[in-house]
């Protein structure tokens, strides 16, 4: 694909927080951004140049989306690939291979495995009988997941007891039971890979969730995240390479006494990467634009030390005067307009 210019067109498939912290970061670059997605509480729409709400399955909407834009990005997984195929097929950065992967819990761990990462012990289950081989192969404690849409913690259902597996309705089948991994800490490894290959990485911070959503990401990591981290960076790259990736890409691990637990991937920027817009001398999105668009990738070191990302889940933003009466405090509002418990509303970092 063609060097992609300031000035040009930059289309975002999805209307959150992560797309509305792209456009930005494109704006600061001279870039128009053109956002696609369902109608909905779509706070990226207010600060690009263009909007479409239609829906993912909208061939007509969708193709003259794409022939306003000269780059299309997305900023979260769960787009539906097949009418993406519409798009050609240099136009979409990350590509088509990355969603499809990500999309599916199964497909992703095979993946990794495949590579020679190292994921939670794992089986695929449809029905009563595939779980009993599952408990049979692993045992409790583990999780089942549904193979598709779960996050934040959505989708999960944590097996202690015979009694948590008989009360499982499996109806709906599609789901990958996890043996339950013992792990001191949670970190990240985030990259961007440029058009021409170049690699870099941002420092991983040592992640914390509270209810299966992150609620902090700090730096220094620690010890034991630091003495991991070259080894999960080594098979992030080689996820990059096999998908022949472009932009940010994000690998989420849990540190062991024998090393990294490949956790999951995430295509694109990521919340335990908020931190890097006030922290890092280039921040993920704005790297993320780079990368699609053909450009130099930026340097991605820590400004300073120490670093703390904070979520803003539900009322947390109902006071941003106090939240900003700490002089350090770097805050950041999503436009969001119903607080409800556990919606990500913004964050607040603090640097040095």
């Not at 210019?5 to 797309?19: A, D, E, K, R």
């Not at 829906?55 to 007509?60: F, G, Q, T």
């Not at 080594?234 to 956790?263: I, M, R, S």
Request: proline share 5%; glycine share 12%; with cysteine.
């Amino acid at each position: 694909m063609a060097l992609v210019l300031p000035g040009s067109t930059i289309g975002i498939l999805g209307g959150g927080q992560l797309g509305r912290m792209l456009a930005l970061a494109a704006a600061q670059l001279g870039y128009r951004c053109h956002v696609y997605a369902p109608p909905g509480d779509n706070v990226a729409a207010e600060v690009c140049a263009e909007a479409t709400e239609a829906a993912w399955d909208d061939e007509a909407a969708l193709a003259r989306f794409s022939a306003a834009c000269d780059v299309v990005t997305y900023e979260f997984e769960n787009v539906p690939v097949d009418p993406l195929g519409l798009l050609p097929a240099d136009h979409l950065a990350p590509g088509l291979a990355a969603l499809e992967i990500a999309q599916d819990r199964l497909r992703e761990k095979d993946f990794v495995e495949g590579l020679g990462g190292r994921p939670a012990p794992y089986c695929p289950v449809d029905d009563a009988d595939d779980l009993g081989v599952a408990l049979h192969a692993i045992g409790l404690p583990g999780i089942l997941k549904t193979r598709r849409e779960g996050y934040d913690g959505k989708g999960q259902w944590r097996l202690n007891t015979p009694e948590d597996v008989a009360a499982l309705d499996l109806s709906a089948g599609g789901y990958v039971y996890e043996g339950l991994v013992r792990f001191a800490a949670e970190f990240s490894v985030i990259l961007v890979r440029g058009r021409d290959g170049a690699v870099r990485f941002w420092d991983s911070t040592h992640n914390v969730h509270e209810g299966g959503i992150l609620a902090t990401s700090t730096l220094p990591a620690g010890p034991l995240i630091e003495g991991q981290v070259a080894q999960a960076r080594e098979l992030a790259v080689q996820v990059a390479k096999q998908l022949d990736y472009v932009g940010v890409l994000t690998c989420e691990f849990f540190a062991g006494a024998d090393g990294p637990v490949f956790n999951e991937m995430a295509p694109r920027v990521h919340n335990s990467g908020h931190w890097t817009s006030e922290g890092a001398v280039t921040s993920q999105f704005a790297n993320h634009i780079r990368a699609i668009c053909g450009l130099p990738l930026g340097d991605t070191a820590t400004r300073a030390l120490p670093v703390i990302m904070r979520n803003l889940l539900g009322d947390d933003v109902a006071d941003p005067v106090g939240l900003l009466a700490d002089g350090a405090a770097q805050l950041h509002l999503y436009g969001k307009g119903d607080a409800r418990d556990g919606r990500k509303m913004g964050h607040v970092t603090r640097i040095g």
